[in-house]
């Protein structure tokens, strides 16, 4: 099984790309979220981390491989549990992420069914049973937002991750150990340690 390509982007369609790699080209499917990233990257050295699945009815035989590929790891995990729900299968939930996975990781751990009824082909009914399968599952994902801005800010991300949980285990809720950190990062100073950042934090919550 392929897990990860690395090759030379060709070019970007309405659901998939080209990616050479050596002599081979392959097209690789990608949702909608990633395509709006990628079409500005033709011509580039371009890693993915992909799925492989079998497109078809084995009934008759006729099964095709597929690849759907993500910019990051956490990405290609959501996908995953995005597709364990009832009611979504690989199709559908490439058609359904039209929006970033932070955005959607914390409509589900807010329980907001409306805007998940939102995206394409996800009525209100698949919206509860994912709320009901993956809002537990979430944090991680939702504080890809958080990591996002520890990049622009230049912090480690595993100095993010640690804050967050160490501000979980001060008694902080998900959501608001995140707007901490947010805010924190927000000002753009360097934050190299976990001690350094939990200082801001706290600094900036007694201002």
């Known amino acids: 099984m392929i897990t990860k390509i690395t ?7 309405e659901a998939d790309l080209t990616l050479a790699v ?7 499917y990608i949702p909608e ?3 709006r ?3 500005h990257h033709v011509g580039e050295e371009l890693q993915l981390h992909t799925i492989e699945y079998l497109e078809g009815n084995p009934m008759q035989g006729r099964l095709t491989p597929r690849m759907i590929g993500f910019l990051n790891e956490a990405e290609r995990d959501f996908f995953n549990l ?6 979504i299968g690989v199709r559908k939930a490439l058609r359904a992420m039209v929006r970033p996975v932070q955005e959607v ?6 329980e907001d069914a409306k805007a998940l009824s939102g995206l394409p082909g996800i009525g209100p009914a698949t919206a509860d049973r994912m709320i009901a399968k993956l809002r537990r599952k979430m944090p991680k994902f939702a504080l890809l937002v958080t990591s996002d801005v520890a990049d622009e800010a230049d912090v480690p991300r595993d100095v993010v991750s640690e804050t967050f949980e160490a501000l979980r285990q001060l008694g902080h ?6 707007e901490l950190i947010d805010a924190a990062l927000g000002k753009k100073k360097k934050y190299k340690t976990v001690e350094a950042l939990l200082q801001a934090v706290y600094e900036q ?3």
């Open 7 to 13: 090759g030379k982007l060709l070019s970007v369609a």
């Open 82 to 87: 995005f597709c364990s729900v009832d009611g």
């Open 22 to 28: 050596g002599a081979l080209e392959y097209q690789v």
């Open 205 to 207: 919550s007694r201002g």
């Open 37 to 39: 990233q990628l079409q």
């Open 173 to 178: 809720g998900e959501s608001h150990a995140r």
């Open 105 to 110: 990781a914390t409509a589900i751990e807010k």
């Open 33 to 35: 979220f990633a395509r």
